[in-house]
């Protein structure tokens, strides 16, 4: 979330080169750890629901929400992709 927040803040002040380095960067990272999600969700599904579930440890599941927010932002503010954006909001 911090790479979209920053390269938006970078858009906003002007730095494209920058704010677009970021968005790419943000989309590897994003890609890397929903598709880390997916092979543990495949592998150990009690697991990742018991994570889900609990309230001390489901916190983290909002944070793939805040930042799939985040990256659709970018998308918008930074590539100008809106559909891109509508996807990830779907």
Do not use: C, E
């Given at each position: 979330?911090a790479t979209g927040i920053?390269?938006?803040?970078?858009?906003?002040?002007?730095?494209?080169?920058?704010?677009?380095?970021?968005?790419?960067?943000?989309?590897?990272?994003y890609g890397g750890l929903?598709?880390?999600?997916?092979?543990?969700?495949?592998?150990?599904?009690?697991?990742?629901?018991?994570?889900?579930?609990?309230?001390?440890?489901?916190?983290?599941?909002?944070?793939?929400?805040?930042?799939?927010?985040?990256?659709?932002?970018?998308?918008?503010?930074?590539?100008?992709?809106?559909?891109?954006?509508?996807?990830?909001a779907g």
């Amino acid at each position: 979330m911090a790479t979209g927040i920053v390269g938006t803040a970078l858009q906003q002040q002007g730095f494209l080169q920058a704010a677009r380095l970021l968005l790419w960067l943000n989309v590897l990272l994003y890609g890397g750890l929903l598709a880390l999600l997916m092979l543990r969700l495949a592998s150990v599904p009690r697991r990742v629901w018991a994570d889900f579930s609990d309230p001390q440890r489901g916190v983290g599941f909002l944070t793939l929400v805040a930042g799939t927010a985040v990256l659709g932002g970018q998308w918008v503010l930074n590539g100008g992709a809106s559909a891109v954006a509508g996807v990830l909001a779907g």
